[in-house]
C-alpha cells in the first residue's frame, strides 16, 4: 500500500519569511496529492491539491510543487502571517484506491 | 464550507457506557469515513464506506462500530466505553475516486471523546 512521509513533524518560523513542508511517497500509482490544513478544535479543510499531470499549482500564498520521478511533494507558504499556524497534512490517492493516505502532520508556528 | 456534521462536539461519560458518535453530511457523497486522531496529531483510519449498507474496517484496528442505513449519515457506536478510547473522532466524505475525479475528502469538525 502507500507510504506518505512528511517533514519535518514542527517548523517554527518568522511572520513575514516562507515555510515550505515536504512529503514523499511511495506508490508510483498515486496521482492525486491534496494539502489540508487543520486549525485548533476544526477538522482538516482542504487548501490546494494537484493532480499528477501537472507539475506546479499557485493560489495566492500558497503554491504546491510535485516531482513524480523523484515521488516528492511539497507545499510552500509565502509571506506568512499569523493565521497560517495550525497543523498541516499532505496526503496521496490513486484512482480505485479506498482513499487519501495521510502524513503525519506538520505543525506551523508563525513567530511574531 | 463542506456541509458535514459531527454531534456532539465534545463528550465527557464514565467507563463502560454505550455512546454513538454522528455524523451526517448533505453533499450526497458515497463514500464516507471515520479517523480517530491522537495527541500528536496523527490520522488513523478506523472505518469507512462506500455507500448504503456497506462498511469496512481501516487501518487502525478499533472497538467501535459503524452503520450505513442512509446516504447520508453514517453513526460511530463504542458499546462499552473505556479511558483508552479517549481520543478526537473525525468523520469524512467524499465522491468515489474515478477517472478525472479528485478524491478529495471533506471533513467534519470532529467529536472530542473523553472517558473517565
Known amino acids: 500500500g502507500e507510504n506518505v512521509e512528511q517533514h519535518p513533524s514542527t517548523l517554527s518560523v518568522q511572520e513575514g519569511d516562507s515555510a515550505v513542508i515536504k512529503c514523499t511517497y511511495s506508490?508510483?500509482?498515486?496521482?492525486?496529492f491534496p494539502w489540508y490544513k487543520q486549525e485548533l478544535g476544526k477538522g482538516p479543510q482542504l487548501i490546494i491539491d494537484?493532480?499528477?499531470?501537472?507539475g506546479e499549482k499557485k493560489d495566492q500564498r500558497i503554491a504546491v510543487t510535485l516531482n513524480k520521478t523523484a515521488k516528492h511533494f511539497s507545499l510552500h507558504i509565502t509571506e506568512t502571517q499569523p493565521e497560517d499556524s495550525a497543523v498541516y497534512f499532505c496526503?496521496?490517492?490513486?484512482?480505485?484506491?479506498?482513499?487519501?493516505?495521510f502524513g503525519k502532520g506538520t505543525h506551523l508556528i508563525i513567530q511574531p | 464550507e463542506a456541509d458535514i456534521y459531527q454531534t456532539p462536539r465534545y463528550l465527557v461519560i464514565g467507563t463502560g457506557k454505550k455512546i454513538t458518535l454522528e455524523c451526517s453530511q448533505t453533499?450526497?457523497?458515497?463514500?464516507m469515513y471515520w479517523y480517530q486522531q491522537d495527541p500528536g496529531m496523527e490520522l488513523h483510519l478506523i472505518h469507512y464506506?462506500?455507500?448504503?449498507?456497506?462498511?469496512e474496517k481501516g487501518d487502525l484496528s478499533s472497538e467501535s462500530t459503524v452503520s450505513r442505513i442512509r446516504t447520508e449519515h453514517f453513526p460511530l457506536t463504542l458499546e462499552s466505553a473505556r479511558p483508552s478510547h479517549t481520543s478526537q473522532y473525525l468523520c469524512?466524505?467524499?465522491?468515489?475516486?474515478?477517472?478525472?475525479?479528485?478524491?478529495?475528502?471533506?471533513f467534519g469538525p470532529g467529536t472530542r471523546l473523553t472517558v473517565l
Open positions: 469524512a466524505s467524499s465522491v468515489p475516486a474515478h477517472a478525472g475525479a479528485k478524491d478529495t475528502q471533506y
Open positions: 506508490d508510483s500509482a498515486s496521482n492525486y
Open positions: 494537484i493532480r499528477s499531470n501537472v
Open positions: 496526503a496521496a490517492s490513486w484512482f480505485g484506491a479506498d482513499g487519501l493516505t
Open positions: 453533499m450526497g457523497h458515497d463514500k
Open positions: 464506506s462506500y455507500g448504503v449498507n456497506s462498511t
